[in-house]
């Protein structure tokens, strides 16, 4: 569990540190079994 929250804990650095506060931003993963998946998101504990 301990490297869950360290991953959790980078992820979430990345992504304050790209994305502006209170911004909306499009997140897209390519290539699924569902196909391309995308999300718009303002806040950073929810995209992650």
């Known amino acids: 569990m301990k490297d869950s929250?360290?991953?959790?804990s980078e992820v979430r650095k990345t992504f304050?540190?790209?994305i502006e506060?209170?911004?909306f931003t499009e997140?897209?993963?390519l290539?699924?079994?569902?196909?391309?998946?995308?999300?718009?998101?303002n806040d950073v504990d929810k995209l992650i």
């Not at 929250?5 to 959790?8: K, M």
């Not at 290539?31 to 998101?41: A, H």
Request: charged letters at 10%; proline letters at 0%.
């Open 31 to 41: 290539n699924t079994k569902q196909g391309t998946l995308s999300g718009y998101y």
């Open 16 to 18: 304050e540190t790209l």
């Open 27 to 29: 997140v897209r993963i």
């Open 21 to 23: 506060s209170g911004v």
């Open 5 to 8: 929250n360290i991953l959790h």
